[in-house]
């Protein structure tokens, strides 16, 4: 009944069935050893150690030849380290700047902030798409947007956009509509300006006149229900 530790030629149904439900137990109180913070928040440290103990313990489940024994020794050698890891990183702050960074701003005061999203290598679409998942359709309504280290965006609304209900906005609003990006990186987006009724000349001339920028400065430029134009530079 121990030979489905060591490599073999080939296991029986049997055998692979005792490898995979050790190796499920295994996991089970190695991430329960781990810790929450494996699981809720995915940093660094987290991700490496993810992608050694998948690719360690992935290989005895597929191949016979190679012995489970190995691969648990391993695991619980990574998982110390991890613990110990973690710990330095609890003791010594320093450290634990230089493997989970500071946070950063994508946006501040309702401005996009070029550089933030370079070094968080994410485009402005995927800010976009955050931001409509917080029920929030216009990047001015943002007093801040942090990147943290575990990769997820942080949001703080302007206090004088915060959600009103009934009772402190007795007054009926108006239907809800999405701003609509005219300019995206540079670039006019020409099938919006038909849908919306505006031409390009007429576009180039409001940004010239109200931002005395040309559209290849532009990172965002929206246009509301009111047709009013919002734009976010580059710089």
């Not at 001339?205 to 965002?220: D, F, G, H, P």
Request: aromatic content about 8%.
């Amino acid at each position: 009944m121990v030979d489905f530790f060591q490599g073999q030629e080939s296991l029986s149904a049997l055998g692979w069935i005792i490898r995979s439900v050790i190796t499920f137990l295994f996991l089970l109180i190695t991430v329960k050893i781990m810790g929450q913070r494996s699981i809720s928040q995915m940093r660094f440290l987290d991700f490496l150690v993810a992608l050694m103990l998948g690719n360690i313990i992935a290989h005895p489940l597929s191949d016979p030849h190679i012995g489970l024994k190995g691969a648990l020794i391993s695991t619980v050698v990574i998982v110390i380290m991890y613990i110990f890891g973690i710990f330095l990183t609890l003791r010594f702050p320093r450290l634990r700047q230089k493997i989970d960074s500071v946070p950063f701003p994508l946006i501040k005061d309702g401005k996009i902030i070029y550089e933030g999203l370079k070094k968080a290598r994410i485009s402005i679409d995927y800010l976009l798409s955050v931001l409509r998942k917080e029920k929030i359709e216009d990047v001015n309504k943002v007093a801040l947007a942090l990147w943290e280290s575990g990769g997820e965006i942080s949001i703080f609304p302007d206090p004088k956009y915060e959600p009103m209900t009934p009772a402190t906005n007795p007054a009926n609003p108006g239907a809800f509509e999405l701003p609509r990006i005219v300019i995206k990186e540079g670039k006019i987006q020409r099938s919006v300006l038909q849908e919306i009724d505006m031409k390009e000349a007429q576009l180039i001339n409001r940004l010239k006149s109200a931002y005395q920028a040309e559209v290849t400065n532009v990172l965002l430029g929206t246009v509301d229900s009111q047709k009013k134009l919002s734009v976010f530079l580059y710089k």
